[in-house]
């Protein structure tokens, strides 16, 4: 079970940090990835990072976050999160964490097996 939150309603240039607790998972043993899905929109790839601790974990990240979003496990925590900084309005939507048990860490929802409930993030002044 994945359980999402930290989202609220944030003004432009603000920043948020989402966290994804696994409980019947061990999040290093997984990849982990982070989805969004805006109103009215198909749910898309916002950032994922494969299995693996350290040097041994790599990330990935949708061109319209590259440098604005950062992906991040804490293993003891078992507990993902995505810190989000410099955010436009464009970045309101749902945000869902999900698990692959394949641990690659790709960009496609149906790769993953196992998804949160979502949290609302939204960015309006």
């Known amino acids: 079970q994945l359980q999402a939150s930290g989202g609220g309603l944030v003004q432009p240039g603000g920043s948020v940090r989402l966290s994804c607790v696994a409980s019947?998972?061990?999040?290093?043993?997984?990849?982990m990835g982070w989805f969004r899905q805006a109103p009215g929109k198909e749910r898309e790839f916002v950032a994922a990072?494969?299995?693996?601790?350290?040097?041994?974990?790599?990330?990935n990240y949708a061109n319209s976050v590259k440098g604005r979003f950062t992906i991040s496990r804490d293993s003891a925590k078992n507990t993902v999160y995505l810190q989000m900084l410099s955010l436009k309005p464009e970045d309101t939507a749902v945000y869902y964490c999900?698990?692959?048990?394949?641990?690659?860490?790709?960009?496609?929802?149906?790769?993953?097996?196992?998804w949160g409930q979502g949290t609302l993030v939204t960015v309006s002044s």
């Open positions: 999900a698990s692959d048990y394949r641990g690659l860490g790709t960009t496609v929802p149906g790769d993953y097996d196992y």
């Open positions: 019947g998972l061990t999040v290093s043993k997984h990849a």
């Open positions: 990072m494969s299995w693996g601790d350290g040097r041994t974990a790599y990330a």
